[in-house]
């Protein structure tokens, strides 16, 4: 059974740091795309950053050169470093990943449980 587990996030600052961190655990093949996605009070939940496998990234342009998002393969683990947050990132960050579970043929997407930011003073 594969699980992804969340940890970091909480309560900051305007212009203050956190970091997000997702670990996929269980019978995994093979992991393509890892990324973060976060939904906000009201709003459709929305990709905010993803690594493939052949480290290439995708920033949404609202986080562009504050947000940066890593991955180590041999620990199939992701990373989102935030900097320089803002009121309007406060919301529910998920992770997520492509994945291919043992005795299935198919890459299918997993979800962490999600964790909340809140950005205010």
């Known amino acids: 059974q594969v699980q992804l587990v969340e940890s970091g996030g909480g309560l900051v600052q305007p212009g203050g740091s956190l970091r997000l961190s997702c670990a996929a655990s269980?019978?995994?093949?093979?992991?393509?795309?890892m990324g973060w996605y976060r939904q906000a009070p009201g709003k459709q939940r929305e990709l905010v950053a993803q690594?493939?496998?052949?480290?290439?990234?995708y920033y949404t342009d609202a986080v562009k050169g504050r947000f940066t998002i890593s991955r180590d393969n041999a620990k199939n683990t992701v990373a989102l470093q935030m900097n320089s947050l803002k009121p309007e990132d406060t919301a529910v960050y998920y992770c997520?990943?492509?994945?291919?579970?043992?005795?299935?043929?198919?890459?299918?997407?997993?979800w962490g449980q999600g964790t909340q930011v809140t950005v205010s003073s």
């Open positions: 997520n990943a492509n994945l291919m579970p043992v005795g299935r043929d198919i890459y299918l997407d997993y």
């Open positions: 269980g019978s995994i093949v093979s992991i393509n795309d």
């Open positions: 690594l493939t496998r052949r480290e290439l990234t």
